[in-house]
C-alpha cells in the first residue's frame, strides 16, 4: 500500500508485509517518521492505494475487529474517565450490567478506579494515557494498534506505562490477535517487538528481528535504529597491486573480504563504511584521545573529542577510531543502502 495526500506528498511509501496471527510488531521511528500516519492506514482508519486484508478479506474502513489507541489518544476531555471507557460498549449495544463489569475489570487492572468519577480534563497526562490503554481492556480484537503511547512522558514514566502495556499486549497475541505498536525508542521496540519495522520519511526501511537487522542492517538508517553506537564513515574503494582496499584519508585497510560480493563495481568510489561501537579495531593507524566514558550495562563507552563512541570492557586513555575491517557493512553514499550482495 501507498498513502499520498492530494496535494501530491507521498508519505508513505510502498508498504508489502504480513503480520502474523499472534504476533507483536513494533514501527520504529522518530517524529517525522510517519508512524502515525502507518498505523492509521493499516488499521484502516484512513484511506490508501492498496489493499489492506484482514484474515483474507479487504478492510476498506476500522472494524469492530480493530481497537486503536492513538497518538493524541481520542479521549472526552469534558467527559469522566467512567463515560470513556463506557462508550464504546454503550455505542456497540451493551447492557449496562455488561458495561459496569467491564470497565470496573479495566481500571482495576490499569489502577485508575479512584479516577473514574474524575473529568479527563483535570488528569495527569500519565493517567490519560493508563485510560486509553484500559479502552483496549473492554473488548476482544483480531488486531490491536498502540501509536507512540509513551510520547510526552518522562523517562521514569515511561517505564511505567510501558511495564503496564507490555503485558496486556503479550496476552492480545497469546489470544492470536496482531499487535503494532509504534515508537521513537529503540529500547521500547526492542524489548515489546517480535519484529521490528524501521521508518524514516514514510519509507520502510528494513523489517525484520533485531538481531536480524543488528547482523545485517539494509542500509544506514536501519544500523542507526537498532544501536545507538552505529557509526558511518566515507571512505573509497579502491585497487592496490589488484586487491581492494578501503581507504579513508591516509589510511588504508584491506578489503578483499568483499571483492566479487558487492552489487556492482564500486572501484575508484566513495562510500559509507557502518559498523557497531563494539566493532572498532583493538589498534590501528589511527587514534583519538578519550575524553570521558560512561558505563552502560556492562560495557565501558570510550567518547573521543569528535564524538566517536568506542564500546569495549574498560576505559582507557586513547582508542582506534579505524573499524575491525572483518565486521564492517558497506553503503552506496547516495541512497545510503547496503551495496553488498
Not at 586487491?243 to 556492482?264: E, P, Y
Request: hydrophobic share 40%; glycine share 8%; net charge negative.
Amino acid at each position: 500500500v501507498t498513502k499520498q495526500y492530494l496535494y501530491g506528498a507521498q508519505v508513505l511509501g510502498a508498504l508489502d508485509m504480513e503480520i502474523k496471527d499472534g504476533e507483536i510488531i513494533a514501527v520504529l521511528g522518530d517524529e517525522r517518521s510517519g508512524k502515525t500516519t502507518f498505523i492509521k492506514v493499516v488499521s484502516a482508519v484512513e484511506d490508501c492505494d492498496g489493499e489492506i486484508l484482514l484474515d483474507g478479506k479487504p478492510m476498506t474502513q476500522k472494524t469492530d475487529d480493530t481497537i486503536v489507541v492513538f497518538d493524541d489518544l481520542a479521549l472526552f476531555a469534558g467527559k469522566t474517565f467512567k463515560y470513556n471507557l463506557a462508550f464504546p460498549l454503550a455505542i456497540r449495544g451493551y447492557d449496562k450490567q455488561e458495561i459496569e463489569s467491564r470497565v470496573t475489570t479495566a481500571a482495576e487492572r490499569l489502577g485508575i478506579v479512584a479516577c473514574l468519577n474524575d473529568k479527563v480534563r483535570k488528569a495527569s497526562l500519565i493517567d490519560k494515557k493508563r485510560l486509553a490503554i484500559a479502552r483496549l481492556l473492554i473488548r476482544d480484537a483480531k488486531a490491536v494498534f498502540v501509536d507512540d503511547i509513551t510520547q510526552g512522558l518522562s523517562a521514569e514514566e515511561s517505564k511505567i506505562i510501558l511495564g503496564e502495556l507490555q503485558p496486556i499486549l503479550v496476552d492480545f497475541a497469546r489470544k492470536g490477535a496482531s499487535v503494532v505498536y509504534s515508537t521513537a525508542s529503540r529500547e521500547e521496540a526492542m524489548s515489546i517487538a517480535d519484529r521490528i519495522v524501521v521508518l524514516h520519511y514514510g519509507e520502510v526501511k528494513q523489517i525484520g528481528t533485531c538481531d536480524e537487522i543488528y547482523a545485517h542492517p539494509e542500509n544506514v538508517w536501519a544500523g542507526e535504529a537498532v544501536d545507538e553506537f552505529f557509526a558511518f564513515e566515507e571512505a573509497t574503494l579502491e585497487r592496490v597491486d589488484g586487491k581492494l582496499k578501503l581507504v579513508f584519508g591516509d589510511c588504508v585497510l584491506d578489503a578483499g573480504r568483499f571483492d566479487g560480493k558487492l552489487i556492482s563495481d564500486y572501484d575508484g568510489k566513495a562510500v559509507y563504511v557502518g559498523w557497531h561501537g563494539e566493532d572498532y579495531a583493538e589498534n590501528g593507524e589511527r587514534e583519538e584521545q578519550v575524553e570521558y566514558a560512561f558505563r552502560q550495562s556492562d560495557k565501558v563507552v570510550n567518547v573521543t573529542a569528535s564524538g566517536k563512541k568506542v564500546v569495549g570492557k574498560q576505559k582507557l586513555d586513547k582508542v582506534c577510531t579505524l573499524p575491525n575491517v572483518e565486521k564492517v557493512f558497506l553503503f552506496d553514499k547516495e541512497n545510503e543502502n547496503s551495496i553488498e550482495k
